[in-house]
């Protein structure tokens, strides 16, 4: 019962949309947008080392680190399929210029094309499930999502299913997650 009640303060029950229901605010969005915050900032200061050993673009440094840290704190907030995927995107985009950022040594090469590759399919993944799930719903905000699975995912039970599977292989896939990662 605690565990309901600490959802409904933090998350359920004090939720409103924002920018037209692509967003949504809410405490647990805040607390988890505190702690993406100061997450980033601990990357920073860990990499101080690094960033002293390899010197030749410090600017570019914490500017992508930063730029990764205003799609993630978007993606928080996502409230739909597709502002998720693109704060997904974009993260991703700076991922791979983090990866590439010692060009000079050859597996960072290897690793920001291997990397780009395998996410370009994953983007393929996410946009074909989360197309199903709109074509069987007609909408692609989470709530309504969630009110068609309980009212009639029952009837387009395999087709949902495999959209839900693309859709959260290709998020699994494209943030090198378990079960997805390689």
């Known amino acids: 019962m605690s565990g309901l009640l600490l959802y409904q303060l933090l998350i359920g029950v004090l939720t409103s949309p924002a920018l037209q229901g692509y967003f949504s605010v809410s405490r647990g969005a805040d607390l988890l947008k505190l702690l993406t915050g100061v997450s980033t900032l601990l990357v920073l200061v860990a990499s101080g080392k690094y960033l002293k050993e390899h010197y ?44 590439l950022y010692d060009i000079a040594v050859r597996p960072s090469r290897e690793a920001g094309l291997k990397y780009y590759y395998l996410s370009t399919l994953s983007s393929g993944l996410v946009l074909y499930g989360a197309f ?22 029952i009837r387009y039970s395999e087709l949902a299913r495999a959209a839900v599977m693309l859709t959260i292989f290709g998020v699994f896939f494209k943030l090198s997650a378990v079960p997805a990662h390689l």
Do not use: K
């Open 132 to 153: 199903l799930l709109y074509a069987l719903s007609g909408s692609g905000e989470f709530g309504e999502l969630y009110t068609f699975f309980l009212r009639d995912g």
């Open 56 to 99: 030749q673009h410090t600017l570019e440094y914490p500017t992508m680190v930063a730029l990764a840290l205003w799609f993630m704190l978007f993606l928080v907030q996502a409230n739909h399929l597709i502002s998720a995927f693109l704060c997904i995107v974009g993260f991703s985009l700076n991922l791979y210029v983090l990866i």
